[in-house]
């Protein structure tokens, strides 16, 4: 059954520290795997978007990285802020099948 | 800036009621999408539609219905509610569906609470 799964559940971390949070799938075949902010209340907000052949992408102070060999991402959030607080939701297309299978996210607190 | 406007922000309803719940895009896209999302879960895909007057069932239609009756515009529609539906609901619209490497647009979502 293809699967996204996200560790931690939550998080707290102190502002300006740095923190990862994990992405594992099952999804095959892949299409492109993404990454998207929700905050409390609101839609989710994309970050990035990464294909198969890319391994690294940024925006802005959230660093995305695929390993398409082991199907684990991860987004590194550096120097957070308060307006970090959120929720972080991975999001893996199934390829051929035009279809998104959702990670049930991380909650991230940043705290001053 | 593109926008996906989804008419409420919250809803309560009683249940056994007839609800709609309107989604508007204004990007011109083809492809329209309604979700719900529960606290632990991913958001689950209830109907989607790639054209005018077209609609295809996702994961969980069941108790659920939809109308695309103009390219801009999809309507969620929950029949009879139930306590069960109590959840947020999000519209998402895209123009080359799952697999396009510019993603989704979400709108803010409808808290609709069935008491």
């Avoid at chain 2, 999408?33 to 069941?62: A, C, H, N, T």
């Avoid at chain 2, 697999?99 to 647009?105: E, F, I, K, R």
């Amino acid at each position: 059954k293809n699967q996204v799964e996200q560790s931690p559940q939550s998080l707290i971390i102190l502002e300006g520290k740095n923190c990862t949070l994990q992405c594992n799938y099952t999804v095959s075949p892949f299409s492109n795997l993404r990454w998207y902010k929700q905050d409390t209340g609101r839609g989710p907000v994309s970050l990035t978007i990464m294909t198969f052949s890319e391994n690294t992408k940024s925006n802005g102070r959230y660093t995305a990285t695929l390993d398409a060999d082991t199907k684990q991402s991860s987004l590194h959030i550096t120097a957070s802020q308060l307006s970090d607080s959120a929720s972080y939701i991975c999001v893996v297309s199934e390829g051929g099948y035009n279809k998104l299978i959702f990670g049930a996210g991380t909650r991230l607190a940043v705290h001053p | 800036d593109v926008k996906v406007t989804q008419s409420s922000r919250y809803l309560v309803k009683r249940t056994g009621e007839k609800v709609f719940l309107e989604c508007v895009q204004d990007m011109d896209h083809e492809n329209m999408f309604w979700y719900r999302q529960d606290p632990g879960l991913g958001l689950r895909l209830i109907y989607f539609s790639y054209d005018v007057k077209m609609k295809e069932k996702g994961d969980i239609p069941e108790g659920y219905s939809v109308s695309r009756e103009k390219k801009e515009r999809f309507s969620l529609i929950l029949e009879s509610a139930s306590t069960s539906q109590t959840s947020m609901y999000l519209c998402a619209s895209s123009s080359d569906g799952a697999s396009a490497n510019y993603g989704y647009t979400f709108g803010s979502g409808t808290r609709l609470t069935v008491v």
